[in-house]
């Protein structure tokens, strides 16, 4: 089992940039697909990036809406995974959660059911 904790939210006006944290415990972390996913108020959850057990960047994905915005990346020795997020929109605004997928799955972010893990999630405004 897979806890997951993340910090880092806040509040940053358009153009700005913020850095959000997810820390992992309780199982051995490196095996995992990790990735981010938001929802904003009356909209379906989507997937944001994803990164692949390996961390290099030929194994990481992000949705279209992100791409050269934001960076996802993983700390294996710290167990925690980053999502660098900068040009920042009024769009962004959400509540941004981190989750893992089960072992062995697909590491893609429009799979979502595969992400059995979930984070508490953390809030972002963009003004």
């Known amino acids: 089992h897979v806890q997951l904790v993340e910090s880092g939210g806040g509040s940053v006006q358009a153009g700005g940039s913020l850095g959000l944290s997810c820390a992992a415990s309780?199982?051995?972390?490196?095996?995992?697909?990790m990735a981010w996913f938001r929802q904003a108020p009356g909209k379906q959850r989507e997937g944001v990036a994803a990164?692949?057990?390996?961390?290099?960047?030929?194994?990481?994905k992000y949705a279209d809406s992100v791409k050269g915005r934001f960076t996802i990346s993983q700390d294996n020795a710290k167990n925690t995974v980053y999502l660098q997020m900068s040009s920042l929109k009024p769009d962004d605004t959400a509540m941004y959660y981190c989750?893992?997928?089960?072992?062995?799955?697909?590491?893609?972010?429009?799979?979502?059911?595969?992400?059995?893990?979930w984070g508490q999630g953390t809030q972002v405004t963009v003004s």
């Open positions: 989750a893992a997928a089960r072992p062995g799955a697909y590491c893609d972010i429009s799979r979502e059911s595969d992400f059995v893990y």
């Open positions: 309780g199982a051995t972390y490196s095996s995992y697909c």
């Open positions: 990164i692949d057990s390996d961390g290099n960047d030929a194994s990481t």
